[in-house]
C-alpha cells in the first residue's frame, strides 16, 4: 500500500517505523511525555463513573453506564457463530441479559464473593454470564475450553467453584468424569442445556425464564472480581486474583494503547478463557463503549480477512502466531479484500518478531503495535502507542502511571534499579496499579516473593534502550509460551507421572516457527518398560486426554536416565541447552546426566 | 481420493499427532479440529503428513478445505 508509514533505514527490520505528524485520526494520547509526567490514577479513576459511596462493579461500568445514556441503542456485542449466523446485543439489551444471569445466581441461592468459573467456546451466553456474575458480586473464574479434564480439574478444586457454566458437549467430555472430585460445586448450567437434568441447569430454564428487572451488587473497588489461573515452573497453577478496580486500567489501556475511539469497531482475538480475553475481549471495549465484535471460529485466514472487511473493524487486537500465519500466506492473500476501515492494529502474548511488524506496515499500510503485560499485571503495562514511533521487535514503553524498570536482584533479597541503558536485568513495575493482582489464591508466601520492596518482579529478563524502549530479552524460568499460552512444566509432568510405565519426565518448550515455542516431554521409563512407537503414542494419547492438545506435548522422546541434581531435582535448562545445541552452562549441581 | 480411503489415512497419521483421537465417531462433514479437539498446530501437522504421503501440494490457503473428511476427500482427490 502506498500510505505506508515511513520506513528509513536500510535494513529493514532495524528501522524505526515513523508516525505521520497529523493523522485522520487524532490518538488518544497525542503527546506521550506530557500525559506521562502529568498523569494520576485519581484522575484516571474520574474517567470511570463508580457508585454511590465509593462503590465500583465492573459490569456497571461496562454496560449500564452506556444503557443509561445515548449508547443505550449502539450495538455492545456483535456475534458472528460458527454456522453462519449473527447476533447483534445492544447495550440496553446486554445489560437486561446480565440482570437475568444476576437473577439466576441469586434464584440458585448462590453468595457474592462465591466464584463462577466459565468454561465455553466464544458464545453469547459466556459473555452474558462474566458480566451477570459481577453483577451478582461474584468472582469469575474463565477457563480455557480446549483445555482437557485435568487442567479443569485442578483450577475449580483450587479455586473452590460454586457454579459452572458450561456447554452440554464440554460438559460430557471433560467435566463429568471429575465431578465427583468437586464437591462445592453446586450449579451447572448448560448454556444448550434443554432442560434441568443430570445435575445440570439448562440456561433456558433458569438464566432465560429470570427476571430482568435491574439488580446490582454495590462492590468495593477492592472486593474482587476476578481469578485468573496462570502457570509457573513448579507447583500448581497460581490463582491471580483481581479487584473491581482492576478496570481502572482496563478502561484506561483501552483509551490509550488500543487508542478506542466512540465510534470504534474493535475486534480482539483472543479467547475470554485466558485473560487477554476476558480484560481486552470483554471488559476494556465495553467500557469504552465501542462495538466489540466476537468470533466463534478458530484461527483460518479467509475468515478472518473477512470478519475484518465486512465488520468494518478499525482497531483489531491479535496476536503473535495469528500474525505469522497470515504472513506466511504472503500479501497477495490480502488483494481481495478492502481494509478502508482498519486503522490501528495491536499484538500481544509474546514478543511480536521484527519481521512481522514491518510486515503488518507493508501489508496493511500500518505497523503492528506489540504490547506487554502479564496475567499478574492484569492490564496493558508497557506499549506501542498511535502516537509513537515503532521500533520493530520493541514491546514499547510504559503505560503513563507505570513505573518500569531493569533491575538486578541481590543476594539479600533487594534489588538494583540499572540504569545504564541497554543492559539486560529483568524487568520489575513499581507496585501500586489498579490492576496489580492482589493475591495469589491461597499462596500468600508466593504472592510476596513476586515482590522486593516496591518493585513488583516479572520473572522476564529484558533491556532498555536509551530513547526508554523496552525489549524483551527471555523469561528467567522455565515457563513455557506456546502460541501465546503459558504452560507450566510442571503441570504436564505430573501429567505423564501419572502413566504406570513413566519413571521421570522432564518437559521443555523448543522453539517452532509459527506458536513460539512447542511443548517437548522427554521420559525415562520404569524398569520392565521397554521403548517403542506403540508405548510412544500411549503416552501422548494419554497426556492429550488429560491435559487437552493446548497444554500436551506435541512430542515425546526417551530416554535411559534424565539429568538430575543432587537433591533428585530434573534439570529442564540442560535438557534444553542439549536440544537447541546451546552452551551447556554451569554443571556443578548435576549429580545423575542423561543417558 | 475415496472417503473411505481418506479416512484410513487420516487415521494412520493421527496415530502420530493425537493418537487418543476416535475418527470413528467423526462424521464425513464434520469439522474435524472441534470433533477431536486438535489445536492449530495439530491440524498443521496433519496437512504436512497428508502432504507428505500422497504428494499433493496444499497451498495455505487451501486450508479451510481440508477441514472436514469430505473435503480433504475431494481435494486429494482433484489434487
Known amino acids: 500500500m502506498s500510505d505506508a508509514n515511513d520506513v528509513r533505514a536500510s535494513s529493514k527490520t532495524d528501522a524505526v517505523i515513523h508516525k505521520q505528524a497529523s493523522p485522520a485520526c487524532p490518538p488518544n494520547l497525542a503527546d506521550y511525555d506530557a500525559v506521562r509526567a502529568g498523569f494520576s490514577w485519581d484522575a484516571a479513576r474520574a474517567r470511570l463513573d463508580g457508585l454511590p459511596d465509593g462503590g465500583l462493579n465492573i459490569a456497571y461500568e461496562a454496560l449500564d453506564r452506556h444503557a443509561r445514556g445515548p449508547r443505550a441503542g449502539r450495538t455492545a456485542l456483535r456475534w458472528l457463530g460458527l454456522d453462519g449466523s449473527r447476533r447483534a446485543l445492544t447495550y440496553a439489551e446486554l445489560l437486561s441479559a446480565s440482570c437475568r444471569f444476576a437473577h439466576a445466581l441469586a434464584t440458585l441461592g448462590v453468595q457474592p464473593g462465591e466464584r463462577v468459573f466459565v468454561l465455553t467456546g466464544r458464545v453469547v451466553e459466556l459473555y452474558v454470564a462474566v458480566l451477570g456474575a459481577f453483577r451478582a458480586g461474584c468472582t469469575v473464574c474463565p477457563l480455557f ?60 430454564e433458569v438464566v432465560e425464564r429470570a427476571p430482568d428487572a435491574y439488580t446490582l451488587v454495590a462492590t468495593r473497588p477492592e472486593d474482587i472480581a476476578l481469578l485468573h489461573f496462570t502457570s509457573g515452573t513448579t507447583g500448581r497453577p497460581k490463582g491471580a486474583l483481581h479487584a473491581h478496580q482492576a478496570v481502572v486500567t482496563h478502561h484506561l489501556t483501552g483509551h490509550y494503547v488500543l487508542d478506542l475511539h466512540d465510534e470504534d469497531v474493535f475486534w480482539c482475538t483472543a479467547d475470554p478463557g485466558w485473560v487477554t480475553g476476558m480484560s481486552y475481549g470483554i ?40 500474525i505469522r500465519m497470515l504472513m506466511k500466506l504472503g500479501q497477495e492473500a490480502l488483494a481481495d479484500y478492502d481494509f478502508k476501515h482498519l486503522r490501528f492494529m495491536a499484538s500481544v502474548g509474546e514478543p511480536l518478531n521484527p519481521e512481522a511488524v514491518v510486515w503488518g506496515n507493508e501489508a496493511f499500510g500500518m505497523p503492528f503495535h506489540d504490547n506487554w503485560w502479564q496475567t499478574e499485571t492484569g492490564g496493558i503495562m508497557i506499549a506501542n502507542y498511535a502516537a509513537l514511533d515503532v521500533k520493530p521487535g520493541s514491546m514499547g514503553r510504559p503505560l503513563p502511571g507505570i513505573e518500569a524498570a531493569i533491575v538486578a536482584r541481590r543476594e539479600d533479597g533487594g534489588v538494583d534499579v540499572i540504569a545504564e541503558p541497554d543492559r539486560e536485568g529483568e524487568l520489575a513495575l513499581k507496585k501500586g496499579w489498579p490492576s496489580m493482582m492482589r493475591d495469589y489464591l491461597n499462596e500468600h508466601e508466593r504472592y510476596e516473593r513476586c515482590f522486593a520492596g516496591d518493585w513488583y518482579l516479572t520473572g522476564d529478563l529484558a533491556r532498555q534502550d536509551a530513547d526508554g524502549y523496552f525489549w524483551f530479552v527471555g523469561r528467567a524460568d522455565d515457563v513455557i509460551k506456546s502460541a501465546g499460552h503459558l504452560i507450566g512444566p510442571f503441570e504436564v509432568e505430573s501429567a505423564l507421572m501419572e502413566h504406570p510405565a513413566v519413571a521421570e519426565v522432564g518437559v521443555i518448550g523448543i522453539p517452532d516457527p509459527v506458536a513460539g515455542e512447542q511443548v517437548k516431554a522427554f521420559v525415562a521409563l520404569k524398569p520392565g518398560h521397554e521403548p517403542s512407537l506403540e508405548l510412544n503414542r500411549a503416552l501422548l494419547g494419554h497426556a492429550r486426554k488429560r491435559l487437552g492438545a493446548a497444554v500436551a506435548p506435541k512430542t515425546i522422546e526417551f530416554r535411559t536416565n534424565l539429568p538430575k541434581t543432587r537433591s533428585g531435582k530434573i534439570m529442564r535448562r540442560l535438557l534444553k541447552a542439549r536440544e537447541l545445541g546451546l552452551p551447556e552452562g554451569d554443571l556443578s549441581t548435576l549429580e545423575s546426566d542423561e543417558q | 481420493m475415496s472417503t473411505t480411503a481418506t479416512r484410513s489415512l487420516v487415521a494412520e497419521l493421527l496415530a502420530d499427532i493425537a493418537p487418543e483421537a476416535e475418527l470413528d465417531s467423526v462424521a464425513d462433514g464434520e469439522d474435524l479440529r472441534q470433533a477431536l479437539d486438535l489445536d492449530s498446530m495439530d491440524f498443521l501437522n496433519l496437512v504436512v503428513a497428508l502432504h507428505e504421503r500422497t504428494g499433493v501440494d496444499i497451498p495455505e490457503a487451501d486450508y479451510p478445505r481440508l477441514f472436514t473428511l469430505a473435503g480433504m476427500s475431494e481435494y486429494l482427490g482433484t489434487g
Open chain 1, 145 to 204: 475450553s480446549a483445555f482437557g479434564p485435568e487442567p479443569i480439574a485442578t483450577r475449580m478444586e483450587l479455586g473452590d467453584a460454586r457454579v459452572l457454566v458450561t456447554t452440554s458437549a464440554l460438559y460430557r467430555r471433560k467435566v463429568a468424569g471429575i465431578r465427583e472430585r468437586l464437591p462445592g460445586l453446586r450449579h451447572v448450567i448448560l448454556t444448550d442445556g434443554k432442560g434441568d437434568e443430570d445435575d445440570c441447569h439448562a440456561w433456558r
Open chain 1, 283 to 322: 471488559i476494556a471495549p465495553l467500557t469504552c463503549g465501542v462495538t466489540n465484535v466476537v468470533v466463534e471460529a478458530e484461527f483460518d485466514a479467509a475468515t478472518w480477512y473477512g470478519v475484518l472487511e465486512q465488520e468494518q473493524v478499525s482497531v483489531w487486537y491479535t496476536a503473535p502466531t495469528a
